[in-house]
């Protein structure tokens, strides 16, 4: 069958995939037989007919397994058995739990599986070296082809003369015309070896690969007994040099500047499963727009991509994706091991394409952290042990420090202009080398949509200015390689703010939307810039308020409420006075189940839960564009926490009236906490008086309502917003010592006991959350690396 | 009457329990429309007179990994 059918595992579950499949005599006993899984996530055991021939430690990285021939069976069905675990973790799995921006990753059997049938003397693999003459009109191939026997005893008896066996190369260009051809090369091989045969083919006069002229060869290898053909193997070759000096990458000796975007699949349905058509739809878009390279960041890629990439001329920068990994998970051994067996099996299966050239290793690393430039080293040694591809790793920050086996140094821009940064960036380019830095990641997100100018920050618009401002700093600069973050839009698992509110996931940085249209005026300036066309004109218009009216609507009804309740009687003035000017005496009438009015104090309850609303929500209508608060609750690796925060961020009115019920039903919660506390001492305390102490306490709350009112435009504003924070914690202090207050005089117990329990209750209950949190997904190292990402 | 609020309460607890269970051990399986294997591509395949390939995808019985019953796709 050729259909994409194909399973996604949402949830942790042990799961177990079975195909049968059958195979002839023949195939069995003269071929020799590989399982390829282009793609399954995350650990498997993978099974052939009950034994297990391969463990597969976790990834979504494409990968072969040989299929013994003493399991397989032509008499009967075979059965291979995928068992399968999706688990993602916070420290140990690749990609982590916490994922910014990532593409939708799924469980499950997400690509192509196929079993590739060769013969049983056959060409295994080929490691080709080109060498380039200095003037690079002449290559010379290095050409090493592994050939291995794997006959049965039966097939090799009668065989003859083992000695007739050769091997015959040759170059051909794409339409299948010789090239080249080698003198057939005579060898022995016994039963259960293998052979290396190395051999050196001249290419004079060598069309070479770029992304303008991107014709390749074929490089075929046949393996002849006795003039009857037993085995041709056919590989695409694409000959390019692609060095970085230190002054300026260099693509066949020349100059080059790599303009490249960052590639993401997140299809909101099908995840990262996408036809073979769409696959070469993107990839044409991509060079269609002015592109010569490409990086594929955050996820592991179909190969096809690398054939299609190479076809239209992109060079493909391919990495582990790992993005922001806090210090003590970066500095473990086992993290560590994991990410050097995803980056040999990453250079093992893709290595074979011509196309990859780089290896990265991942992204958001902070220089000042030892322990990511320890990880970096190792990883860059480890690369350049397995192939000689580019290494590259992108960083947060722009203190770069010198690592060894790293070739290029990328520094991700989000939302903030490189320009800002062009002292740091030209020391840099002192320092390093101006051929080793680069922009790994220029974003700039869109939370708005449409406006009618870049004025409005966040808008398409803005998104376009902000483009056309980089390519003119980055002409100034003469940077060797950017990376424009991204060339589409895509969805992720996690709602991001960027997702303004909806319930779509769709992360909004693309210079496409998802369904690849060509409208965005970002679009339209970055192929202007990159085509050298003329200049897009790009709409000032005017800048708007944002500022929700349901704040000042909610925050003046509030204070319409509060005022006929002040002057709804004499009694409620008193009481208010009491209780905010001498709490003791207030809470000892309390205590004494003197009169206070439950209507007063639960319409004060209300009123005070709206204030809190109100607040809360400002905060977080101010917060929806912040990355710093997004990382800090991505920290708690929770899809509906995420949801949830963005839904109550981007709609400020449903954010006023669901603060406001929840608010209800914490103190609820916490006047029934109180009154389960007031079991531990000998005083009998009455609910009614625990309710009413409780309302009473939080009275300096409705203080806060002009508060509510402009507390957006203060912190739009942006100067006091420090001020602003403590003065609202210092009204949580105020409150929560007025409460212990009202506390101790309910229970009638020495001041010390009810602060010292409460105290060591209040720690204990965060300690709990943050431990099991902590525990399950390293919660705190997550929100520490936060805050030195932020510098904070 | 208190017997059967009693009762109700227990069958929806139960129902509750299973309901989550079975939302723990979702599969999707999604078929991806217009996809067609490309292996015409006989170079990115390494399909040649003497090599070729027999597809797997499509058509995998999944089961829980510990249970007997299981579901054909």
Known sequence: ?792 | MLTFHFRSLVLSGILTLFAFQFSFSQIVFREVPDYKIRLMDSLFFDITQTRSVILLNGEWTVQPADDDKAQKV
């Not at chain 1, 022995?188 to 002229?213: C, F, H, M, Y």
Request: proline residues 3%; glycine residues 6%; contains cysteine.
């Open chain 1, 1 to 792: 069958m050729e259909n994409g059918l194909f399973s996604l595992q949402m949830m942790t579950k042990h799961k177990k995939y079975e195909k049968e499949f059958e195979l002839s005599k023949a195939q069995i006993s003269e071929s020799s037989l590989e399982i390829v899984f282009f793609s399954i996530n995350y650990t498997a055991d993978i099974s052939l007919n009950n034994t297990i021939i391969y463990r597969h430690s976790g990834g979504e990285y494409p990968f072969r397994v040989s299929l013994p021939r003493d399991i397989l069976r032509s008499d009967r069905k075979n059965v291979l058995s995928v068992k399968l675990l999706y688990d993602l973790n916070s420290k140990n799995s690749i990609p982590q739990k916490q994922r910014f921006l990532f593409p939708q990753n799924h469980g499950g059997i997400v690509s192509d599986v196929f079993i590739h049938i060769k013969p049983d003397f056959y060409i295994a693999k080929e490691n080709i070296t080109p060498t380039f003459s200095s003037d690079y009109k002449n290559v010379s191939l290095q050409v090493e082809s592994l050939i291995k026997n794997n006959k049965t005893i039966l097939n090799t008896t009668g065989i003859g003369n083992a000695n007739d066996y050769y091997l015959s190369v040759s170059v051909t260009d794409a339409a299948g015309n010789v090239i080249k051809e080698l003198p057939r090369y005579n060898f022995t091989l016994d039963r259960n070896k293998d052979i290396t045969i190395t051999q050196k083919l001249e290419l004079p006069g060598a069309v070479l690969w770029s992304p303008e002229n991107h014709s390749s060869y074929i490089l075929k290898q046949q393996l002849f007994k006795s003039d009857s053909l037993i085995d041709t193997k056919q590989k695409l070759i694409s000959l390019f040099d692609l060095k970085s000096d230190r002054e300026a990458i260099l693509l066949n000796g020349k100059e080059f500047q790599l303009k490249g975007t960052i590639y993401y699949i997140g299809n909101e349905t099908y995840g990262r499963l996408i036809s073979y058509n769409q696959m070469e739809k993107d990839i044409s878009l991509i060079k269609e727009a002015g592109f010569n390279s490409v990086r594929f960041a955050k996820s592991t890629i179909h190969p096809y991509y690398l054939a299609l990439c190479e076809k239209y001329g992109l060079l493909a920068f391919l990495e582990i994706p790992i993005n922001g990994v806090p210090q003590g998970i970066a500095g473990d051994e086992s993290f560590i091991n994991r990410s050097k067996e995803f980056l040999h099996n990453y250079i093992s299966f893709y290595g074979e394409y011509s196309s990859f050239a780089a290896i990265g290793f991942g992204g958001t690393f902070l220089p000042q952290l030892e322990e990511h430039i320890s990880l970096l080293s190792i990883l860059a040694e480890a690369a350049k042990e397995k192939s000689s591809l580019l290494t590259y790793a992108s960083f947060s920050n722009t203190n770069l420090v010198n690592i060894e086996k790293l070739d290029l140094y990328g520094i991700e821009f989000i939302k903030e202009s490189a320009a800002i940064s062009d002292e740091q960036i030209r020391e840099l380019q002192n320092e390093l080398g101006k051929g080793k830095v680069f922009f790994s990641a220029v974003t700039y997100p869109v939370y708005i949509g449409g406006s009618d100018g870049y004025l409005n920050e966040y808008s398409f618009e803005a998104q376009a200015k902000y483009y056309e401002e980089f390519f003119d700093y980055i002409s100034q600069v003469k940077a060797p390689a950017f990376f424009i973050n991204a060339f589409n839009d895509y969805f992720g698992d996690y709602s991001s703010f960027i997702c303004s509110g909806s319930d779509r996931n769709l992360y909004r940085i693309g210079l496409l939307d998802e369904t690849r249209s060509k409208n965005r005026i970002s679009y339209k300036v970055v192929y202007s810039k990159l085509n050298n066309l003329e200049k897009v004109t790009i709409p000032i218009g005017s800048k708007k308020d944002d500022s929700p009216m349901i704040f000042i609507v909610f925050g003046l009804l509030l204070a319409i409420f509060m005022g006929v309740l002040v002057n709804s009687g004499r009694k409620f003035r008193d009481d208010a006075s009491r209780a905010l000017l001498r709490p003791y005496n207030f809470f000892s009438d309390v205590r004494d189940q003197r009169i206070i009015s439950a209507a007063h104090s639960t319409l004060l309850g209300l009123i005070i839960a709206a204030v809190i609303a109100l607040i809360v929500s400002n905060i977080l209508f101010h917060l929806k564009t912040s990355l710093f608060f997004e990382h800090l609750l991505l920290a708690f690796a929770s899809p509906a926490l995420m949801k949830m925060a963005n839904y109550l961020s981007w709609h400020p009115l449903m954010s006023l009236l669901w603060l406001t019920a929840f608010n209800i039903v914490m103190f609820i919660i916490i006047a029934l906490v109180i009154k389960i506390a007031s079991l531990f001492v000998k005083t009998r305390v009455y609910i009614i008086s625990v309710y009413f102490t409780f309302i009473w306490a939080m009275l300096p709350v409705v203080l806060l309502i002009p508060v509510g009112i402009i507390l957006y435009r203060v912190l739009f504003a942006g100067s006091i917003n420090l001020y602003i924070y403590l003065g609202l914690i210092f009204v949580q202090l105020w409150v929560l010592y007025r409460l212990l207050k009202g506390i101790h005089v309910l229970f009638d117990s020495k001041p010390g006991t009810v602060y010292l329990y409460s105290i060591i209750f209040i720690l204990a209950l965060v300690g709990s959350v943050l431990f099991y949190f902590e525990l399950k997904h390293s919660t705190i190292q997550y929100l520490l690396f936060a805050f030195k990402q932020f510098n904070i």
